[in-house]
């Protein structure tokens, strides 16, 4: 009988055993969503019908429209392809963003296995409310553009097994080897996510000339028939390399018995419109047509996918037949106009907006109309015009819109400050000039987010175990105090009497390299016997900014031979005594041939710094505060890039040298010296009469300096402003419309 009862005990262990690892492999394939079923037994969950997008939900087909936002592959400290962001990550945000009012998440590449496995099993435990997603595949871009040939071989099989890479990926089939340096994921996808994806967005925007390159070399290339896909007559040769690739992405999936609608992604330069105001030739200069493509035989269908921003190209601003139409406020929108114009150019299929928004950033790239810059907004600002933009998606009868994005992403770079920083640290540290990394919703913030608020209180400075305290001695100061994060330097004066911005200004030149001003009228007679890179003045709101030493402006260095006016010599002189204001490039000077019409240079100033209060639970707050002042306490922050700093984790700043290839060198500094004066009825405080003999020994003054950090950066994740208003705005929107106002009405 023991032998009986041991044995039927190792059965029963070896039973449990084997039923255990046939769960652990089998769980991932044991998905129960609502879908129908093809004659053939292919599953089918969104299809296309018409102009719309439809859900097989409730045993019925129903009407959907795609409230999404765009998710990036990476967080603070990390590039595209490092293995970062957690499964309690994504947990986390996948219910933010349900909760938000979104219900797709749109991905641009093959995501880490963490991703597709932390979907699964969000909504194993949501099967009632799943959490959908757009897979995108990425095209070689690089290689496309270096090559200006999509039919090169090489290019044509790279980009086929990525398409076959993403399917079995996204199934749970397969392991896939990880290239960090190229951002490409990998590891080893067991998890079937494949139920709960909403549809396919195959390629990325395509460079104009590499398609009319395409087009040219191919014009005779045959009609492509695919099994799945084709392309319509009169497609040019790109248009018939994407019909291809679009099959292929078909051809892959129907074997693991799924079929989602396709699209190929495009953006506002390659569509089918023209823009007879945009200055730019290369900007209307070919089409990419997805109605020259069609579903042969694709039960779930065809969608067209579109990246439209209000601020670019630059006919959004300048082009007359594209402020047609006007908004609920009465005002003449061309985004609005041209979401009408595109939406009629594809009468028979559904249209997405698969990129749209604003960044809420100090840096400014691009100008739009109504205020919907590409930066200088603040959270709350930025907010309001996402939801405007959605808004107008959605009410000119759009399938979908997919807000860009859902976290910042301090990697990334953008046309205008790339040549200031370098490019291998940019992950590292918060740059806010760079509007690029600061499309999100969810802030990522620098590392003392938290601990510091500047509102002139003195409190959260006392708590502070890494501030410093900078001995220097000048007129109305009594206290000094510094400390630093990833994104920004911090200062802390105890002043000796209460400031009146509105009769007074505070100055704070800064000293990083040797070489700049040493005189200047703002300095109201003093001298100094090292020169200042950059001067911050605290005063009113119309005059609280930084500024720059004329010949350290770099600005000026970069684009003097591009389409600023002529400099006038005196300013490149070491100690010139000219502070120039702070700029940022917005777009090249436009000439004929390259331009249709001569368009003059054009910058904006960035070195505006906002009184106001950086207290995310204030209802006053303004995330662009940069300082405060209550009483004798005054606090500010300074974005290190208007210091000068390429990359503040390594102390590297950028020097006088002359700029080689369009590229600035950097010197290794040991710090920042503060150099503070009050000017009161423009007088410098302490120094009344003459102007002293001798001059301000700013070599003597204490040095502000840290220790750089190499790869590891402390941040803070927290909803931003427009996280909220975004919140409202997509919980108004429950399905599809049908537009009433077209072009021109």
């Given at each position: 009988?023991?032998?009986?009862?041991?044995?039927?005990?190792?059965?029963?262990?070896?039973?449990?055993?084997?039923?255990g690892?046939?769960?652990?492999?089998?769980?991932?394939?044991?998905?129960?969503?609502?879908?129908?079923?093809?004659?053939?037994?292919?599953?089918?969950?969104?299809?296309?019908?018409?102009?719309?997008?439809?859900?097989?939900?409730?045993?019925?087909?129903?009407?959907?429209f795609?409230?999404?936002?765009?998710?990036?592959?990476?967080i603070?400290?990390?590039?595209?392809?490092?293995?970062?962001?957690?499964?309690?990550?994504?947990a986390?945000?996948?219910?933010?963003?349900q909760?938000?009012g979104?219900?797709?998440?749109?991905?641009?590449?093959?995501?880490?296995?963490?991703?597709?496995?932390?979907?699964?099993?969000?909504?194993?435990?949501?099967?009632?409310?799943?959490?959908?997603?757009?897979?995108?595949?990425?095209?070689?871009?690089?290689?496309?553009?270096?090559?200006q040939?999509?039919?090169?071989?090489?290019?044509?099989?790279?980009?086929?097994?990525?398409?076959?890479?993403a399917?079995?990926?996204?199934?749970?089939?397969?392991?896939?080897?990880?290239?960090?340096?190229s951002g490409?994921?990998?590891?080893?996808?067991?998890?079937?996510?494949?139920?709960?994806?909403?549809?396919?967005?195959?390629?990325?925007?395509?460079?104009?000339?590499?398609?009319?390159?395409?087009?040219?070399?191919?014009?005779?290339?045959?009609?492509?028939?695919?099994?799945?896909?084709r392309?319509?007559?009169?497609?040019?040769?790109?248009?018939?390399?994407?019909?291809?690739?679009?099959?292929?992405?078909?051809?892959?999936?129907?074997?693991?018995?799924?079929?989602?609608?396709?699209?190929?992604?495009?953006?506002?330069?390659?569509?089918?419109?023209a823009?007879?105001?945009?200055?730019?030739?290369?900007?209307?200069?070919?089409?990419?047509?997805?109605?020259?493509?069609?579903a042969?035989?694709?039960?779930?269908?065809?969608f067209?996918s579109?990246?439209?921003?209000?601020?670019?190209?630059?006919?959004?601003?300048?082009?007359?037949?594209?402020?047609e139409?006007?908004?609920?406020?009465?005002?003449?929108?061309?985004?609005?106009?041209?979401?009408n114009?595109?939406?009629?150019?594809?009468p028979?299929?559904?249209v997405?907006?698969?990129e749209?928004?604003?960044p809420?950033?100090?840096?400014?790239?691009?100008?739009?109309?109504?205020?919907?810059?590409?930066?200088?907004?603040?959270?709350?600002?930025?907010?309001?015009?996402?939801?405007?933009?959605?808004?107008?998606?959605?009410?000119?009868?759009?399938?979908?819109a997919?807000?860009?994005?859902?976290?910042d992403?301090?990697?990334?770079?953008?046309?205008n400050?790339?040549?200031?920083?370098?490019?291998?640290?940019?992950?590292?540290?918060?740059?806010?000039?760079?509007?690029?990394?600061?499309?999100?919703?969810?802030?990522?913030?620098?590392g003392k987010?938290?601990?510091?608020?500047?509102?002139?209180?003195?409190?959260?400075?006392?708590?502070?175990?890494?501030?410093?305290?900078?001995?220097v001695q000048?007129?109305?100061?009594?206290?000094?105090?510094?400390?630093?994060?990833?994104?920004?330097?911090?200062?802390?004066?105890k002043?000796?009497?209460?400031?009146?911005?509105?009769?007074?200004?505070?100055?704070?030149?800064?000293?990083t390299?040797p070489?700049?001003?040493?005189?200047?009228?703002?300095?109201?007679?003093?001298?100094?016997?090292?020169?200042?890179?950059?001067?911050?003045?605290?005063?009113?709101?119309?005059?609280s900014?930084m500024?720059?030493?004329?010949?350290?402006?770099?600005?000026?260095?970069?684009?003097?031979?591009?389409?600023?006016?002529d400099?006038?010599?005196?300013?490149?002189?070491?100690?010139?005594?000219?502070?120039k204001?702070?700029?940022?490039a917005?777009?090249?000077?436009?000439?004929?041939?390259?331009?249709?019409?001569?368009?003059?240079?054009?910058?904006?100033?960035?070195?505006?710094?906002?009184?106001?209060?950086s207290?995310?639970?204030?209802?006053?707050?303004?995330?662009?505060?940069?300082?405060?002042?209550?009483?004798?306490?005054?606090?500010?922050?300074?974005?290190?890039?208007?210091?000068?700093?390429s990359d503040?984790?390594?102390?590297?700043?950028?020097?006088?040298?002359?700029?080689?290839?369009?590229?600035?060198?950097?010197?290794?500094?040991?710090g920042?010296?503060?150099?503070?004066?009050?000017?009161?009825?423009?007088?410098?405080v302490?120094?009344?009469?003459?102007?002293?003999?001798?001059?301000?020994?700013?070599?003597?003054?204490?040095?502000?300096?840290?220790?750089?950090?190499?790869?590891?950066?402390?941040?803070?994740?927290?909803?931003?402003?427009?996280?909220?208003?975004?919140?409202?705005?997509l919980?108004?929107?429950?399905?599809?419309?049908?537009p009433?106002?077209?072009?021109?009405?």
């Open positions: 009988m023991r032998k009986r009862l041991k044995l039927l005990i190792k059965i029963g262990f070896f039973v449990a055993i084997v039923a690892a046939f769960y652990y492999w089998v769980r991932p394939l044991l998905v129960r969503i609502e879908s129908t079923t093809l004659a053939s037994g292919i599953h089918v969950k969104f299809k296309t019908e018409g102009t719309n997008v439809e859900e097989y939900t409730n045993e019925a087909w129903q009407p959907y795609a409230k999404g936002i765009n998710m990036g592959a990476t603070p400290g990390h590039f595209p392809g490092e293995l970062a962001i957690s499964q309690d990550d994504y986390r945000w996948f219910g933010m963003i909760d938000m979104a219900n797709v998440i749109r991905v641009y590449t093959i995501m880490m296995p963490e991703f597709y496995e932390a979907l699964a099993k969000y909504n194993m435990k949501h099967q009632k409310d799943p959490l959908f997603f757009l897979q995108g595949i990425w095209s070689p871009e690089e290689q496309l553009i270096e090559g040939d999509a039919f090169d071989p090489k290019i044509k099989s790279k980009f086929e097994q990525e398409i076959k890479d399917v079995a990926a996204v199934y749970g089939k397969t392991t896939l080897t990880p290239e960090p340096h490409k994921a990998g590891g080893v996808y067991k998890y079937n996510a494949g139920p709960y994806l909403m549809g396919w967005i195959v390629g990325t925007e395509w460079d104009p000339k590499m398609v009319k390159g395409t087009n040219d070399a191919h014009a005779d290339t045959p009609d492509y028939a695919g099994k799945y896909f392309n319509k007559p009169g497609a040019n040769a790109f248009e018939k390399w994407l019909a291809l690739m679009v099959d292929t992405a078909a051809q892959t999936e129907v074997q693991y018995g799924w079929q989602h609608p396709m699209a190929f992604a495009n953006w506002v330069t390659t569509d089918p419109i823009h007879p105001g945009e200055p730019l030739v290369e900007e209307d200069l070919v089409s990419v047509d997805p109605t020259h493509i069609e042969a035989d694709w039960e779930a269908g065809y067209a579109y990246h439209v921003y209000p601020y670019y190209p630059d006919f959004f601003a300048f082009d007359k037949s594209f402020q139409m006007t908004n609920s406020k009465g005002e003449p929108d061309s985004y609005l106009t041209y979401l114009k595109l939406k009629a150019a594809h028979n299929i559904p997405m907006v698969t749209y928004g604003v809420a950033s100090l840096g400014v790239a691009h100008l739009g109309t109504l205020g919907r810059d590409q930066g200088g907004h603040s959270e709350q600002q930025q907010g309001e015009i996402d939801a405007d933009l959605l808004q107008e998606i959605h009410g000119s009868g759009y399938a979908g997919i807000l860009f994005t859902w976290q992403e301090w990697f990334k770079k953008t046309w400050t790339q040549r200031y920083d370098e490019a291998d640290r940019r992950a590292y540290w918060y740059n806010t000039l760079t509007n690029e990394s600061f499309f999100g919703v969810l802030g990522m913030f620098p987010d938290e601990a510091i608020h500047i509102d002139g209180d003195a409190a959260d400075w006392n708590k502070l175990k890494d501030k410093k305290k900078l001995d000048a007129p109305g100061f009594e206290e000094i105090w510094a400390t630093h994060d990833e994104g920004y330097l911090y200062v802390m004066a002043l000796s009497e209460p400031f009146d911005p509105s009769k007074e200004s505070i100055y704070f030149g800064t000293d390299l070489g700049g001003n040493r005189h200047g009228p703002e300095l109201h007679g003093m001298t100094l016997d090292e020169g200042l890179e950059t001067l911050i003045q605290l005063s009113d709101d119309k005059k900014r500024t720059i030493a004329s010949n350290y402006d770099i600005h000026a260095r970069l684009y003097e031979r591009s389409g600023l006016p400099i006038d010599p005196k300013e490149k002189q070491d100690d010139s005594g000219i502070f204001p702070w700029k940022l917005v777009n090249y000077l436009l000439e004929y041939p390259d331009s249709r019409v001569n368009h003059p240079f054009g910058d904006v100033d960035v070195g505006i710094l906002e009184r106001g209060y207290d995310p639970s204030r209802p006053d707050y303004n995330s662009k505060a940069m300082w405060q002042v209550q009483g004798q306490v005054l606090e500010m922050r300074i974005p290190w890039m208007l210091l000068g700093f503040p984790s390594s102390l590297s700043v950028i020097n006088y040298m002359p700029q080689s290839k369009n590229k600035f060198e950097v010197t290794h500094v040991k920042v010296r503060f150099v503070p004066w009050i000017v009161k009825n423009d007088q410098v302490g120094r009344e009469g003459s102007a002293p003999a001798q001059p301000v020994q700013v070599s003597a003054m204490p040095l502000y300096t840290w220790q750089g950090w190499e790869d590891k950066v402390n941040y803070v994740e927290r909803p931003k402003q427009s996280y909220y208003i975004m919140k409202e705005a919980q108004q929107i429950h399905g599809p419309v049908t009433t106002q077209q072009p021109g009405s």
